[in-house]
């Protein structure tokens, strides 16, 4: 089993500019997590799906900040107009049959926004 | 969700047992006692998680107190790569919220 993956690892990119980070699930896995980790806040929720429906947003910082799970094997995360204070690591974790089981996490992508 | 008290850091030898210690004095009986650790620049890893019996896993073992207000994960022979920072998570069984504290960092010295 190849993991939670997510790309691209390393997101450099301009304040206002449109930013997408992807993430496959580990197959079989019905919900799907997204991160962020600064060093000020920690690690934060921001979303949460399951069957492919958006469960929980509210860590959701802003409208700039979106998120689609089309089917069971890809998600994304969209950043539009991306700003400075969003740069940080974004993970992408997946867990089995409902809530409250392990997740299993991908290994992030860096994003910096100058 | 249950807050969770954890040190900052500590240091261990390399082969000799990590304990790493974790008071939840508000948990609630439906509430599961997750640990998780984060090897640097990597993702969270999961690591070992109980209720009230004492479990063990090939990683890790993890002890609950009787009356579930502290537990501790035992690392039998730290290695240099359990060098990382070591999450305590108290879940509501059924629930998906991850509330990930600031951790303690353990560094195990060769």
């Known amino acids: 089993d190849a993991g939670v993956i997510q790309s691209p690892r390393h997101e450099v990119t301009e304040m206002g500019q449109e930013v997408t980070l992807r993430c496959k699930p580990i197959?079989?896995?019905?919900?799907l997590f997204w991160y962020r980790q600064t060093m000020m806040r920690g690690l934060e929720l921001l979303i949460y799906?399951?069957?492919?429906?958006?469960?929980?947003d509210s860590g959701m910082p802003e409208d700039r900040f979106s998120a689609k799970m089309p089917n069971a094997s890809f998600s994304t995360l969209k950043i539009q107009p991306s700003e400075p204070r969003d740069s940080a690591v974004y993970f992408c974790?997946?867990?089995?049959?409902?809530?409250?089981?392990?997740?299993?996490f991908g290994p992030g992508t860096r994003l910096t926004v100058t | 969700d249950a807050k969770t008290t954890q040190p900052t850091s500590m240091d261990c030898a390399e082969g000799r047992a990590a304990n790493l210690p974790c008071n939840h004095s508000t948990i609630s009986g439906n509430e599961y006692v997750y640990w998780y650790r984060q090897i640097h620049s990597q993702g969270p890893q999961y690591i070992i998680h109980?209720?009230?019996n004492n479990e063990t896993n090939e990683m890790a073992s993890l002890i609950i107190t009787e009356d579930r207000k502290s537990s501790t994960l035992i690392l039998p022979h730290a290695t240099l790569r359990d060098t990382a920072v070591y999450y305590c998570i108290i879940i509501t069984s059924g629930t998906y919220k991850y509330i990930f504290g600031t951790g303690t960092r353990l560094k195990v010295l060769a």
């Open positions: 109980g209720l009230k």
């Open positions: 974790a997946s867990s089995g049959t409902g809530a409250g089981y392990e997740q299993y």
């Open positions: 197959s079989g896995h019905n919900s």
């Open positions: 799906f399951n069957n492919n429906v958006p469960i929980d």
